[in-house]
């Protein structure tokens, strides 16, 4: 009986040690050449050209809406519409995302897949939450505070000369607070990301498992010239 015993053993010590990274270590080219051709085709395809921007689209170009903000909104919502209405049968009214899930600005000229990933590095999912008319009223309040720009599609806010808010438009009607809405986000919201002031209450989550990033791609895919400007999707009354 002693020697099937289980022994169990108490570390008492750690030991490390940097190890530099420098010129002294050299390429091995059995392992380079084997790389190469998957490295190549990689390349290959994130650089091919997708569409075109005639403009460079900044995150900093608007005081309530930006330009890539705009583009990246209302990608969300064309691609992911269709999406949603098949799996569920339900329609999606609008979309709310967060300034700080995109990481890069896209540059004037030939637009590749390359640049999806720098815009959107993360592996991030489009989900879509049900929110009653009182949790809807509660995201407006949140959008209209945050001290950063939050790109929406599908929705117009409309702020008086002081601030305050003056109206809001869904799909080009009045706000219905007795009602619920559809809202398209990032699933990191969701999970209470950082922003946490996004989605404080939702009535149900529906995963599309459609990437971000793919919803970019594929979009890209679709169209020969990327349009986008500051709107009146989100403006403050002079």
Known sequence: MISCKNDTGQLSEVQGKQVKIDTSFKAVDSIISFVAPYRN??????????????????????????????????????????????QTGKDLDFVVINRGGLRSIISSGNITARHAYEVMPFENYISVVKLNGSAVRELIGFLTSAERVHPIAGMQIVLDKKGALDSVNINGSPFDESRSYYVATSDYLVQGGAEIGFFKTVDSVANTDYLLRNAIIDHLRKVDTLKAIVDDRFIQQN
Do not use: Q, W
């Not at 569409?51 to 900044?58: E, H, I, N, R």
């Open 41 to 86: 085709r990689i390349n290959e395809v994130l650089d091919s050209t997708l569409a075109y921007a005639p403009k460079s689209l900044l995150l900093d170009d608007g005081a309530h809406n930006t330009s890539l903000g705009n583009l990246i909104a209302d990608i969300v919502l064309t691609e992911t519409r269709p999406v949603f209405k098949s």
